[in-house]
């Protein structure tokens, strides 16, 4: 539970013993500390598991184990003694549940057999699984056609699990298959293809021992990929440069002591990464981007070579970026013409530079432009196929970008439906599928009528959170793959079932012999994952089990050989080296030690796009600002974004401290400029209401408490999943629809003022 809200700031290193205490905290809270401990040797091994935490990659070379703080609590949430059974949901109802705060839904423990929902008594029952594929598949065929199911999938799935999950959905008719990369990295998958020809990050771990400048632009890595701290120490120690793109001066931008390094954790002292953190406003990066490319047009030396052998658009993009007056580069940015020029010459003087992003730069109306601009940033100075240098999009889940890879995607690429066709004799879909942002309309509409959740939390990892929780409820059926309960089995369906799975930990065992399953990480290297604890009970069954059991029930007529498939993972394996473009030869392949890395043209120079050059892409200024709504608001407006906390992953809270923030009991808080908090005449944790304001009217968040913060002037931030209820359902990026959830135009009022 959340006691009371208490502000300190925290001006210690990330890492360090804090961390070192927090994992403790958090294997004994969830009751495995002993054995955790051996847990944790095992994961990022080639040997062991994959942390079920994010997508950055493990280093070739260990020492003991990969520590993180964070992975540890993925790993104990998952790990934990506490279990959800059948006792449990008799005595609760399905209302009294959804009464409890999310914090408390996950704190129940694992889910340990099938349940459905019984409507009469409001109660969730066990059911058999058998019984529970014939109830989904009752549902299914009822449907006048496929496109009025939608089947959502949230990152943590394996390759394997993913390939068979799109292969059942796409025989079953429909490409409706959203997934939480549409709420993610999304406009990276849309935006990189039109620069480069590929969608995914084009340098590899052992770049960043060659590179002389990371940019990181908009990504929290002291929380949201800590492994990523021992990367950028490396770096500074080799004398490299770090610069921080960030409206808030993340502790992990700042300094970092290496829990598994004695003599740092010793002095406390650590090592300083970012030489500086620029603050831009939010949504500033295109401006500021353009900016810097403005400056070393201008006073720096660009690569000829490599831009007249690789690219196409540089004249153009040259005059747009000279032509760009420089007082509204500096109010868009936010950052002076000074600033943007010592960047400048940071970069030209650079030999080789990476630039790294995440959710600050995705989340925003024009996100799809801004990582082109990030990419006309790299282009300038070759900073693309060769050693040191290159694009590196920060994914989320650990297995998100795998996910897409195996052909979860709402918008598949036609070669791959053809790959489909030839290989299993049947006519894909074309018709491309629904999104989130699409889905979540469809089911409100009454377009669609079943909703299948593979992993995640739906209802509350999407935006609008009244919206998409009424569009759950006038579903026919909604169903969850899950490890743990969440708001979407709460929220549900007329029909609901529930079907808990293994995790990443466990062993997965089919026909007797042990199963290994794999993953691709952020930095396109595939290696096979090992569970290694007994299952949090036996009657879970596996991703990949629970997806051929469905579609045995619901195709019986299919002649893919589901059951054959599961009991195997090495032919559903040989399946995907069947069709999936790079994974030729998998199984002898992928169980290697280290797995391998996925071709990437772009690291060779060559560029997949449609003019096979690399393409420099920009829009004028004004236009890109315009994608941001900008109503006549009656009284002060402010710019807000909604961020992890330190102490959760995404939609399931760990704990109430925010530790590197200085924010702990409570997660109602709004961060503002003190300027800000002064001039609308609040005082420091008065509680107010955030209002946010979009075409279609109000949407309201009650209770935040106001602390002022180092953030620029008319900024505000918040937590996400709370402030999910502000997010409009119809804003989203450009071409991506990636909801903009760091870009919520919203006004403060006292509670009484309504
Ligand atoms: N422990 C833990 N690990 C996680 C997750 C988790 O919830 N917990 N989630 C996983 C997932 S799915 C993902 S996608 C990643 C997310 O990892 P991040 O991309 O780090 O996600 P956020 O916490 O949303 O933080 C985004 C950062 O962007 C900054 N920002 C916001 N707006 C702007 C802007 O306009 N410009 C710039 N330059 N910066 C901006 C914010 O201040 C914040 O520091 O982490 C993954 N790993
Ligand atoms: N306002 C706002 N909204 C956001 C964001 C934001 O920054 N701000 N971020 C967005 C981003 S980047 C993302 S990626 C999405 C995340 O959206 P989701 O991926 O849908 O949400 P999660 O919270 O990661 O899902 C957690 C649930 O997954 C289940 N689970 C855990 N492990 C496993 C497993 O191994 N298998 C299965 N089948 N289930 C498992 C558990 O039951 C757990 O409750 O949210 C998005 N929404
Ligand atoms: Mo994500």
Redesign the pocket.
Known sequence: MADALKFHPYNRAAGGWGALRASLRSMRQEGILTEGTALLLRSNQAEGFDCP??AWPDPDVHSTFEFCE?GV??VAAEATNRRVTRDFFASHTVSDLAGHDDYWLEEQGRLTEPMAYDAASDHYRPIGWEEAFTRVARHLRTLDSPDRAIFYTS?RTSNEAAFLYQLFVRQFGTNNLPD?SNM??EPTSVGMPDSIGIGKGTVTLEDFDHTHLVLM?????G???PRMLGTLRDVVKRGGRILA????K?RGLQRFVHPQNPAEMLSGQGTQLASHIYQ?R????YALVLGIARAILEQGTIDEEFIAAHTHGFAAFAELARNTAWSQLESESGLSRTELEEIGRIYDTSPASIITW????TQ?PHAVDTIHMLLNLLFLKGNMGRPGAGAAP????SN?QGDRTMGIWERPPERFLDRLEEVFGFSPPRAPGYDVVAAVGALERGDAKVFFGMGGNFANAAPDTARTHRALQEAELTVLVTTKLNRSHVVHGKDALILPCIGRTEVDLQNGHAQGITVEDSMSMVHISQGIRPPASAQLRSEVSIVAGLAQAVLPDSRIPWQDLAADYDRIRDLIAQVVPGFEDFNARVHRARGFHLDLPPRRRVWPTANGRANFLARPLAEVVATQYSPELPERSYRL?T??SHD???TTIYGFEDRYRGVSGARNVCFIHPDDLAEAGFAKEDQVDIISHWHDGERRARGFVLLPYDIPRGCL?GY?PELNVLVPLDSHAERARTPTS?FIVVTLRRPADV
């Open positions: 935490g994010c964070n609590k993925a990152g939480c993610c990295h632009f908009g990504h929290n890595p929380t949201n990929h793109f960030n409206p808030l993340e831009p939010l949504g500033g990066d995440g959710m600050g730069i925003h920060i994914r989320g889940h998100v974004m961020v992890r959760q992953y995404n931030a996400y760091k």
